[in-house]
Each structure stands twice: as structure tokens, then as C-alpha cells.
């Protein structure tokens, strides 16, 4: 069979709704752009792990303590889970960690901006973790068999770390003006950029036609966005959070909730690099990379010497 | 002391050595030397929490004042904190991490076997309980001990560093006040002595197989179950209260 028909053949089987597993045949242009998708996934659970990592040590209770941790131990687990599924595409975890220090592999920008107080921890839960549940509900349903099963198991912990996001908010919005004042400005803070988190319009999205093609992602950015949108705001108005937009006003022929533009020139900023944050994340990534290097040789050599002595050592 | 007093105080002392060993283990989130050893310090600061959050409760069952386990976890000041030495001190670097996880937790393991026997049917609970946790960690830190001692030169090195740092800090968990004496008496807990030849006994295995040599230092500084601590709990309290101090009222 020629590469063309190869190629025919399984576009015929995605446009009937097979999935594809990691022994398939499968263009080089899919592989390329689901390995890049997922390594960037697992690149952005694990950089996510540094702004509520923040909080962690200042957590207010016992229980926000346990919540927060176990939450952030959740995402290194996400990391974990995708990072192997990124790996049947024959590279190693070790080369996409370097891929992330060199620039060549982003994450999501949402973690280029600071978490400044407590109630960041109810905004990104609430926030981040519900924009990505709307993401990655709709990515089970992709056609690589092994991103749609990562994406299943992992939706039901973003489930979770969205309630418990909520829940901060809506319990400092029950509480103090302090309090009251702190969500709110959290609120303000991480609006705009949770909508970023759906990427551009889809007429300027690069990737997106190829991938609506083959089906790894089977809605667009703009129709996830929208869902978000209204969600969101009937989640905020319910715990009386305004939504810092002037323009946003009620659709009833659409029954839908419209908003402004988006700021497009501060989303390519920082995607290009310049966020809050973008240098604190990756330089934090590299210097505990290069930290942890006498451990992970510590454990090869040891490794290697237990093989050679077949040593009576018990442990 | 009256027995409740007594008891009231060594539960907090269980319970902070817990809080603060798992607040600095939760200082490596995001910075472990890979990620499935990130994972396990985080669970590990998770164990120590939850075991904390138990004594806490229980603590402010006993407490007259009304107290709730929150209030007594993060509204003392540095002086009313009873945990051990050990356990405050910095991270440094993975070894000296796993080197205070592998003393205390050979330290804990042996308490707690012990308090299985205790008239206490609160502590004893705790005990059977937190005793499979601690298992772990010392299994976990042994594990890692005698890679570090079997390793690479620069490895071998820093474990024994580690225990150069750690090691004046040890004699403090086996110390003893009055609310020892109390519980004695009643059989609620018990000496330490028997505990110290037992933790003792599994240090000297561990470090003859990770060829680690026990320093040989007089210096032994001792008071953390009496609120005498080193330089480094106050500034860890800092950080672990700062909402509590900042919004007194707030309730989150
Ligand atoms: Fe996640
Ligand atoms: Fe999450």
C-alpha cells in the first residue's frame, strides 16, 4: 500500500469513529501533533503544581492543608499518567523535560501569572481546573485511544479540584469583608486568562484544522470557551461575585452569556514568553531538575551495582 | 500534674511533631529530584497531616477551653509548641531529608508500637493506625539511605553529612517531664528507655548496611517537649499562621 492510500485508509477509519491505538499505523502529522499535545499537557499538570505549591505551606486549616496537597499530588499524578502515554510515541520523559527547559515544549500559560493571596486557591480550582474539565471532557472523545482513557480517568479528579476551588470562594464570600474583598480581586485576576486557556479563535489557531480532522479534538476552541462562559457566570452570580466585564450582558435568542474581546495581544505575549511568570516557572523546573541530578545518578549507579554483586543486601 | 493535664500536653507534643515534620516535608512539593519521588514526599507530608489532625481532635476533646483542633494546630505561639528538635530543622538536601524521615519515623515506629498498649483507647487507636504509615516512611527512607551509602562518591558524602547535621537532635525525642511521669503512672504511655535501645538497635543495622558512621559528638541539644526549640520554628510558624495572625476573625 502507498503512504496515500495508507493515509486514506485511515482517515476512513477516524471519519467512522474508530479509535486508534498506539500499534496502528497512523501519519506522521498525527503523531507529531498528539505527542506535542499530550507531552504539553503533562508539562502544564506539572508546572501547575508550582502556583498552588505556593500556598501550600500558608494553607488556613487542617483540612485546606490535606485539600491543597492531596490536589497538587493529583496533578504530579496527571504529569505522571500522561508523560507515559506521550512515551509510546518513542520518546522519553528525560527528552521532554528537556524540551521544556529549551522553550521548544510550552505549557499552558495560565501558570505564567502569580498566585498573590489565599483566595487564588479557591480561583484556580474553580477556574482553571473547570476550564480544563470542559477541555478535557471533550478530549476523551479524541481518537487516540490512550489520551481519551487519560483524559476519562482524569476528568474525574478536575471534577473534584473544581468543587473544592468553588467551595474556597463561596466560603470567603460567606465571610469577612477581608475576605469578601480577596475573592472578588481574585476573581478579577483570573478571569480573562481562564478564558485564554481555550487558545485563540479557531480562524487563528494553527493546529486546529488538522486536529478537528482527525478528530483529537472534536469541538472548537471558541464553542468550549462559550461553554465555560456560561457556566462560570452563573456560578459567580450564585455566591455574588461580579464578573469584571463591563460588556457582558445576557443573549435571550442565543441563551447564551456574551462577553468581551479577549485581550489577544496579552495572550501572544504570554505565550511568547513574557507573562508574570514565565521565567520563575521554567527557572524553578530547571534548578530543581539540576538539584535533584545526584539523586537520579545516586540511584543508577546503585541500580547497576545491585545487578553486577547480586548483592545479599535485604532492604 | 493531673492526668488530664498531662495528657492534653503530650498529645500536642505527638501532634506538632506530626504538623511540622509534615509542613517541612511539604517543602518539597514541586522540588523533588524526580517526579515519583515528588509524589512520595507529598505523601508522606499528607500521612503526618492527617496523623496530626487526629491528635488535634482529640487534644481539643480534652481541652477546657473549647478550643478546636484548628485553633490549637495554628493559634500558638512558638514557646507552646512541644514537638521534637528533630523535626523542625531545615530540608537541606534530599539525603539530610531522608535522613531526619528515616530517624524520626524509626523513632515514631517504636512509639507507637508501644502506645498499642496504652489504657488510652484514643491513643491506642491512633497508634494502630498511624503505626502502618510510619512503617512506610521508614521503609522509604531506609530504602534510600543505603542507595545514597552504596551509591556514588558525592552521595555517600552527602548522607553522611546528613546525619553530621541531625544527629545532636536525636537524644531530644526521647525525652521526658512531667506529663511522662503522669501517664506512666496511669499506663497511658511509657518510658522511653526500652524505646531508645529498639530505635537504637534499627539505626545501627540501617547504617551498617548504608556504611554510614554514627558521629561521635557531645553535642546534644535537647527541650522541644518543653517548648525550648532551635531558631528555626519561629520562622516556620510565620509562614504556617499568616492567615490566622493576618485575619484573626476570618474562618475558612
Ligand atoms: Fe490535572
Ligand atoms: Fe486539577
Known sequence: ?315 | MKTKDALYNYCLRLADSNMIHGQRLAEWCSRGPFLEEDIALSNMSLDMFGQAEMLYEYASSLSEDELSADDIAFRRSEREYFNCLLVEQENGDFAQTMMKVFLYSAFAKQLYESLLNSNDETLSGFAAKAIKEVKYHLRHSSEWLIRFGNGTDESKMRVQQAVTNLWRFTQDMFEMNDADTALIDNGISFTTDTLFAKWQLNVNEIFAAANINTPEINNTITGGHNGIHTERLGVMLCEMQYLQRAYPDAKW
Open chain 1, 1 to 315: 500500500m502507498t503512504e496515500e492510500e495508507k493515509e486514506k485508509q485511515f482517515q476512513q477509519r477516524i471519519d467512522a469513529g474508530e479509535k486508534i491505538e498506539p500499534r496502528d499505523w497512523m501519519p506522521e502529522a498525527y503523531k507529531q501533533t498528539l505527542f506535542r499535545q499530550i507531552s504539553q499537557h503533562a508539562h502544564s499538570e506539572i508546572i501547575g503544581m508550582q502556583p498552588e505549591g505556593n500556598w501550600l505551606l500558608r494553607a488556613p486549616s487542617l483540612r485546606a492543608k490535606k485539600i491543597l496537597l492531596a490536589k497538587i499530588q493529583d496533578e504530579a499524578g496527571h504529569g505522571l499518567y500522561l508523560y507515559s502515554a506521550a512515551e509510546t510515541f518513542g520518546i522519553d520523559r528525560t527528552e521532554m523535560i528537556a524540551m521544556l527547559h529549551s522553550g521548544k515544549a510550552k505549557y499552558s500559560s495560565i501558570f505564567n501569572y502569580p498566585t498573590l493571596t489565599w483566595a487564588d486557591m479557591g480561583a484556580i480550582g474553580w477556574l482553571v481546573d473547570g476550564a480544563a474539565i470542559v477541555n478535557q471532557t471533550m478530549l476523551a472523545k479524541c481518537s487516540y485511544v490512550l489520551y481519551s482513557r487519560a483524559m476519562i480517568r482524569i476528568c474525574k479528579e478536575e471534577g473534584f479540584h473544581q468543587r473544592q476551588g468553588y467551595e474556597i470562594i463561596a466560603k470567603m464570600m460567606n465571610g469577612t469583608t477581608a475576605q469578601r474583598n480577596m475573592a472578588q480581586d481574585s476573581l478579577n485576576r483570573w478571569w480573562e486568562p481562564s478564558l485564554m486557556m481555550f487558545g485563540p479563535h479557531d480562524s487563528e489557531s494553527t493546529h486546529s484544522k488538522d486536529s478537528m480532522k482527525w478528530k483529537i479534538k472534536v469541538e472548537s476552541n471558541d464553542t468550549l470557551r462559550q461553554r465555560f462562559i456560561d457556566r462560570t457566570v452563573e456560578q459567580a452570580h450564585h455566591i455574588g461575585l461580579t464578573i469584571p466585564d463591563k460588556n457582558l450582558k445576557y443573549n435571550k435568542t442565543t441563551m447564551h452569556w456574551e462577553t468581551s474581546e479577549i485581550n489577544w495581544d496579552e495572550f501572544w505575549s504570554v505565550v511568547k514568553g513574557n507573562g508574570p511568570c514565565n521565567y520563575q516557572r521554567i527557572s524553578h523546573h530547571i534548578h530543581y531538575h539540576n538539584e535533584g541530578k545526584w539523586v537520579r545518578d545516586c540511584a543508577t549507579a546503585f541500580e547497576k551495582s545491585r545487578e553486577k554483586e547480586n548483592s545479599s543486601i535485604s532492604i
